[in-house]
């Protein structure tokens, strides 16, 4: 073991209990953490506005740069990330490599946001990464971000796991977010559209702009944004080498089926035909065309057989996931009009004449009427506004006006909360029809819960 990572070891054990973050005690210290995923806490006198990785990147030296112990991927982009993210980390743990993977939000629980070979971390590792965050926060007098502590445990987790490769979700844009500590050697980009535009301005080139501060000169990208106009961006942060979808990599066919998709990829080193996904949407085979042109540049090429038998399987949680056959319900997250547009069109390839009602909760940042008015909704559908347990909301009152404007010939109404707009949905569904809860992520993850319930919603 090296030894920086005994260092990080040693003053976990001497100095962990003294930061009073007890095992299965975290909780309330990390949620005192200004946290900007949910709108909670004001901004401290001196607080890093606009982004500053300054903090974190002190922090990490007091843990003894733990980021430095192993090669990382950082996959940044508007949509897809958390897709992208997950599909490399199980192609690269199937080749044969141990692999840390990184993404956010969570659905039900933080753990979900630290994994190695898919495996979430555990409330305990938790609490002794934590612990030792916290000495160093109080020592140093930092004042850090709930998302600033949560990736540099996932920095400490993986160093201590010994993992061959990190693949790391950006948070949001380029080199300021706090993952761009991790330094990495590729970058990938899903692709560029509209979203945060309070940060990052209002057009596409904007947001390319700062999304490209990830990029490094000399390293890797593999860039899934196709279009032309926005790829200068990138070339001028002089990636070696670069490769594009659509030019170095892809998907060359697609055909929907009952059970998902069946593509065929091309990379520069191999052809593979007829794969069977059960992602279903044009999004999700380019997601896994993104994610097998990264698995590629450490494994070259992914074995066939790992591709058919990792892709056959692999899920991404709360994104066009059917989560109830009977009835049928359908969450997805999208929480732009990028991602609403996405759902529109996967909804039209795999349900074309499925009565739908929808179950839609936005957040107050976000532009609702923009949402709603890409998710097509029809004059024979039904909608019902609702929202999430989540400060950022938008009220279930103030986003049925906006749904009444974009469709007005559309039967709306609004149920307060989502287990009572869900409920509401499934009892008026009839037998061919389809819920499509969506809108937000905070949305999905209370729709999900419901249906792991045994009693169902």
Known sequence: MSREVDRIHDIEHRSGSRAGVEQGHWRPWLDSHLNRELGVGALPRGWRDPPSRVAIDILLEELGQPQRRYESILVAGTNGKTTVTRATSALLHAAGHRVGTFTSPHLDRVNERIAIDGAPITDQALARLFARIASAETKMSLALSWFEVVT?????????????????????????DATAVAMPALVALTNIDLDHTELFGTTRPDVASAESTIVTA??????????????????????????????????????????????????????????????????????????????????????????????????????????????????????????????????????????????????????????????????????????????????????????????????????????????????????????????????VAEARRLFRNPTGP
């Open 152 to 176: 540099a445990a996932a920095m400490m987790w993986f160093a201590w796991q010994k993992v061959d490769l990190a693949v790391v979700e950006v948070g949001l844009g380029g080199e300021h």
């Open 218 to 443: 000399g390293h890797g990208l593999v860039l899934g944004e196709s279009d032309p106009s926005l790829r200068g961006c990138f070339t001028r942060r002089r990636p070696r080498p670069l490769w594009v979808r659509g030019v170095d990599f892809g998907v060359s066919e697609r055909a929907s089926t009952s059970k998902g998709q069946v593509i065929t990829l091309e990379t520069p080193a191999a052809s593979y035909r007829a794969v069977s996904i059960v992602l279903s949407g044009a999004q999700h085979a380019e997601n896994v065309s993104i994610a097998l042109m990264v698995a590629e540049c450490a494994t070259r090429p992914v074995p066939d057989p790992v591709v058919r038998e990792v892709l056959s399987v692999l899920s991404s949680p709360g994104r066009a996931e059917l989560v109830c056959a009977e009835p049928r319900v359908l969450v997805d997250g999208a929480h732009n009009p990028a991602g609403a547009r996405a759902l529109a069109a996967t909804l039209s390839e795999s349900f074309p004449g499925d009565r739908r009602t929808y179950v839609i909760g936005t957040s107050v940042d976000k532009p609702a009427a923009e949402i709603v008015a890409a998710l097509g909704i029809r004059p024979s559908d039904e909608v019902v506004c609702c929202s999430a347990s989540s400060p950022r909301a938008l009220p279930a009152a103030d986003l049925l006006e906006i749904v009444r404007t974009a469709s007005p010939s559309t039967a709306t109404e609004a149920v307060g909360g989502v287990r009572d707009a869900v409920r509401r949905a499934v009892g008026s569904l009839p037998r061919s029809g389809l819920v499509v809860v969506t809108g937000s992520l905070y949305v």
